[in-house]
């Protein structure tokens, strides 16, 4: 159970309440396709006659990202008084903007939705092993550390028990790749190189700032999103700073690396966050499969 009754949302401006309730939003255009994205995984394992604890660990993980979505929008329904961010009507000018941002957000899941389930029947559950477990590291990370700087009671604990899960999920992630990397065929390796990549460009919408390149969003998305930041922290609402953000990301990619290199996996350079490696240049729709 988490303490809701500890939330006071009278005790924010308006304009505090919509800057939260929009990194809400934010992280669940990630959470909210967690849940149909592991479930296409959970079939792909009855489709391959895959073994029944393989199978039962994706089903668990298919009920944790199901909690994880339903966090964010119960979190978005008590600061906005309404259950939708995308129908709100908002009350402040800031509000506007985070409001017309969050629709891109939702625009760029559905674009990555489609992207997905192109790419699923075309790989084994082997090669989407690490495009997963990017997911769950990254989200390992950023929960841990906003959990430790919370100033809320119901943030610091629902952080904590989301990251508990996050880690749980990285360790399956990294048991079935101990199982099946060191049987990977020569050619599917350069397709795990490339779903990093991807998966770097994926994620970083939440984990630091969208690249333009591949998100299609207006000139003023990042800030307006640096804006809602801004008054998030001011609220008591730690969000990390960029610095801090490009370091923590850095150090989640350096942590997947070290997972890759002992099976002689080539990784992609990553230069906006200071990492070589190899250059990828066509990380297209088709081969995206980081979930969150």
Known sequence: MLPWDTLRVDEYTWE???????????????????????????????????????????????????????????????????????????????????????????????????????????????VLFSSFLMGEIAAATIFKQMAEAASEPLFEEAFRKIGRDEGRHMAICLTLMERDYPKLEPVDKPLITKQIRAGYLFLSAVLFEPPEAFWELPPDFIDVQRRCEAVCRDAGFNIPEYEEKKENWRKAILNLKAALDRYDIPFPAIPEVDLSGEEVSDADLGTIIPVF
């Not at 895959?50 to 119960?74: A, I, K, T, Y």
């Not at 985070?98 to 699923?120: C, E, I, M, P, T």
């Open 16 to 126: 505090q309440r919509e800057a939260i309730a929009y990194w809400w939003t934010l992280l669940s255009v990630f959470d909210a396709s967690a849940p149909p994205v592991f479930a296409e995984a959970l079939i792909k394992t009855y489709q391959d006659h895959d073994e029944d604890p393989v199978r039962r660990c994706f089903f668990s993980v298919v009920r944790d990202e199901q909690n994880h979505e339903q966090m964010c929008g119960l979190v978005i329904t008590k600061m906005l008084e309404h259950p939708d961010p995308l129908t709100y009507e908002p009350k402040t000018e800031l509000g506007k903007l985070a409001q017309r941002n969050a629709k891109w957000l939702y625009h760029n899941g559905a674009r990555y939705w489609d992207g997905y389930r192109k790419a699923v029947p075309k790989y084994d559950l082997a």
